[in-house]
């Protein structure tokens, strides 16, 4: 059991790349860390990670060996679920991944009529706009808007995220408002890298989602900056219309071809694959389907 812990800690600190993150995030101290990982290495003979005042970074033999705990860990969860689950009663701390600018309250689903229901539920809100890997990660479910690149994973669609077009009114009275998509090749477009590698718009055309390409004059990989921007005029956006929804209701900015926007967006739950799932992740789950009001997709 002390070899399991000595890896535990090890991978936590991989993932985290800090002491100091691993360290609250297993509720121990900072020094406890240092020397767990200090006996691992001595243990094994070799330096497993590269460590200065600035990052901690695994070495050829500590990348190594972090790869080969993933399926280790994943199924050391999997016993541990297992057993748990006798109990069939949700418990525990459950991990939950989402984007920065996802607004709970606004997409229709209250955490904390969750945390009501199942007081024996803790749950960790970890905020990221990447695919990271659930497993390595420590990650139970990730909520995701739009496409989901992440491989080997179980995909819940939850409801559709309408998209909207939209700038500052300074910005449309000096440049003039677009009558058709194509119109956005003169116009300077802030645009979600995370989306699409290339500068590019969604558009509905003839009843199918068709790929405008753009000018893009800066991109970011979360809404928050794009909609702050075109708030003060840089250029026109393209984001979750429950993002930019208080801004639409104050006239900071103003929408455009809403009659061409697609609505293919969607909020996703994504979790690893498990043949025993945490009661506390299935009636998370359940608890997003009912929610949404939608049915189930895998």
């Known amino acids: 059991m002390e070899d399991l812990q000595q890896l535990k800690v090890f991978g936590e600190v991989v993932a985290r790349k800090s002491f100091t993150r691993a360290a609250v995030a297993m509720g121990i101290s900072k020094a406890s ?3 767990i990982v200090a006996q691992l290495e001595k243990g094994v003979g070799v330096r497993l990670l590269n460590r200065s005042t600035r990052s901690v970074t695994p070495t050829d033999a500590g ?6 705990l993933v399926p280790l860990f994943g199924l050391l969860q ?31 689903w209250q955490i904390e009529d969750f945390i009501a229901d199942h007081p024996d539920v803790h749950v960790s809100i970890h905020l990221s706009n990447r695919d990271d890997d659930l497993v390595m990660g420590g990650i139970d479910v990730a909520l995701r ?11 819940r ?25 194509e ?27 068709h790929y405008v390409p753009v000018r893009s004059r800066l991109d970011a990989d979360d809404a928050a900056p794009l909609i702050a921007l075109a708030v003060k005029g840089l250029g026109v956006t ?54 949404a009001g939608t049915v189930p997709s895998h």
């Open 63 to 68: 990348q190594t060996l972090a790869r080969r």
């Open 157 to 181: 669609k939850l409801r559709p995220v309408p998209l909207v077009l939209c700038a500052s009114p300074r910005y449309w009275a000096r440049r003039g408002m677009p009558s058709k998509p």
């Open 238 to 291: 393209c984001v979750p219309e429950v993002l930019a929804r208080a801004h639409l209701g104050s006239g900071a900015l103003v929408p455009v071809l809403k009659d061409a926007m697609p609505q293919t967006i969607w909020l996703y739950a994504t979790y690893a694959h498990r043949d025993h799932k945490s009661a506390a992740l299935r009636a998370f789950l359940d608890f997003l389907t009912s929610s």
């Open 145 to 155: 808007i739009g496409p989901i690149e992440a491989r080997d994973v179980v995909v």
């Open 78 to 108: 999997e016993l541990s679920t297992e057993l748990s689950d006798f109990a069939a009663h949700p418990r525990g701390r459950l991990r939950v991944a989402a984007p920065h600018g996802l607004s709970l309250s606004q997409l229709g």
């Open 33 to 35: 860390v240092t020397k």
């Open 183 to 209: 119109d956005l090749a003169r116009h300077d477009v802030l645009t979600y890298s995370l989306w699409d590698a290339s500068p590019r718009l969604p558009f509905l055309v003839d009843g199918k989602t």
